[in-house]
Nanobody, 127 residues
Framework: QVQLVESGGGLVQAGGSLRLSCAAS????????MGWFRQAPGKEREFVAA????????NYADSVKGRFTISRDNAKNTMYLQMNSLKPEDTAAYYC????????????????????WGQGTQVTVSS
């Protein structure tokens, strides 16, 4: 089973930036479709961004489009989420996730499609 570990969260002022990382164990990371989700207190987990195994296809939630960028480095077994122009409503625990079955040739936007999850990293944006 792949292990996913997020890092890079923290406290930032509105308008600031953070870069989250998701490090994966194992030798088949390069085959996985990957995604970022977030969950604020009292709310359901919501889709943020997704990327195919090659990095060619990337999808974003409307709420982050133009501000967040998902990317991956398969040689480093790592996925990233660059978050710019952060808003207080971006405050949440951020989770990375992987689809480990098959070749991840399309992005996935619903949590049920993912079968491996990290523990999450907290992002807090102050106004």
């Amino acid at each position: 089973q792949v292990q996913l570990v997020e890092s890079g969260g923290g406290l930032v002022q509105a308008g600031g930036s953070l870069r989250l990382s998701c490090a994966a164990s194992g030798r088949t990371f390069g085959r996985y479709a990957m995604g970022w989700f977030r969950q604020a207190p009292g709310k359901e987990r919501e889709f943020v961004a997704a990327i195919t195994w090659s990095g060619v296809i990337r999808n974003y939630a409307d709420s982050v489009k133009g501000r967040f960028t998902i990317s991956r480095d398969n040689a480093k077994n790592t996925m990233y989420l660059q978050m710019n122009s952060l808003k207080p409503e971006d405050t949440a625990a951020y989770y990375c996730a992987a689809v480990t079955k098959g070749l991840g040739s399309r992005p996935h936007s619903t949590p049920d499609e993912y079968d491996a999850w990290g523990q999450g990293t907290q992002v807090t944006v102050s106004s």
